[in-house]
């Protein structure tokens, strides 16, 4: 009995972490589009151009899920001979991993082509987007100053001045492939949690199964339960 309420608990605050990633997910993506809409800076262009094309109305959407889940699981943890909402819970807590995994990976397959993508990126950049760059990571131009041309800002005065610089290439590369590279491996711990969320639903689904089966066992023997 102890050990059941032991895992009772265990869950009740797993669960809680387990909203608390579906507002993340929601917060980041709401974030980072507000930042887009409001144009990027010095400090967050590399960050905007990265998260770009990520699919952020779906992590609003995974965000919901994750909501709807944990409202799911409230009369599900509360109703302690229940089992349906219990079994509610599991099945779309498996839905949101699944759609958890899937943004996961779509960030991590686009960390395998970085250079290539970063070339794009860079070629259809304004001038204003790739000044901002070159102002971050202190560089000229792309492969150099030459290749393509360097845009002349306070980083990069004039020709002279440039071609001493590295290209931006390099830095920018450094830069996406650790920060697409945190941002997958938060994603796939919170499949992982979600993991632990359901392990832990199957555990307390077995034991309210057996107590379930005790209850009608001594009732067909006519004894009353306790």
């Known amino acids: 009995m102890a050990t059941m309420n032991r895992i009772l608990v265990f869950l009740v605050v797993v669960d809680l ?20 809409n ?16 990520t699919p952020w109305t779906g992590a609003i959407a995974n965000g919901a899920m994750i909501a709807v889940s944990f ?5 599900g943890l509360a109703l302690q001979s229940n089992r349906g909402w219990l079994k509610a819970f599991g099945w779309s807590t498996i839905l949101s991993a699944i759609f958890t995994l899937g943004l996961g990976l779509d960030i991590w397959f686009s960390t395998l082509k ?15 987007t790739q000044s901002l760059l070159q102002q971050r990571f202190n560089c ?10 360097f845009q002349q800002d306070a980083t990069c005065t004039n020709a ?45 689904l077995k034991d309210r199964l057996e107590k379930a089966r005790f209850r009608l066992g001594d009732l067909k023997h006519g004894l009353r339960s306790i």
């Not at 409001?38 to 094309?53: D, F, H, K, P």
């Not at 409202?71 to 009369?75: A, D, E, R």
């Not at 970085?114 to 204003?128: D, E, F, V």
């Not at 001493?164 to 919170?190: E, H, V």
């Open 114 to 128: 970085t250079r290539s993508n970063l070339r794009g990126i860079w070629a259809q950049g304004s001038p204003q």
């Open 38 to 53: 409001r144009g990027s800076t010095r400090s967050n262009v590399a960050e905007n151009l990265l998260l770009m094309n």
């Open 160 to 204: 002279f001045v440039a071609a001493q610089k590295q290209g931006c290439m390099g830095p920018f590369s450094d830069f996406a492939n650790g920060y697409l590279d945190r941002i997958s491996t938060a994603i796939f711990g919170m499949v992982a949690l979600d993991v632990i969320l359901l392990l832990s639903v199957a555990v307390l």
């Open 17 to 36: 972490i387990y909203l608390g990633t579906g507002g993340m997910l929601i917060g980041l993506a709401v974030k980072t589009k507000g930042d887009m």
């Open 71 to 75: 409202m799911m699981s409230i009369p």
């Open 140 to 149: 000229c131009g792309y492969l150099d100053a030459a290749t393509p041309p």
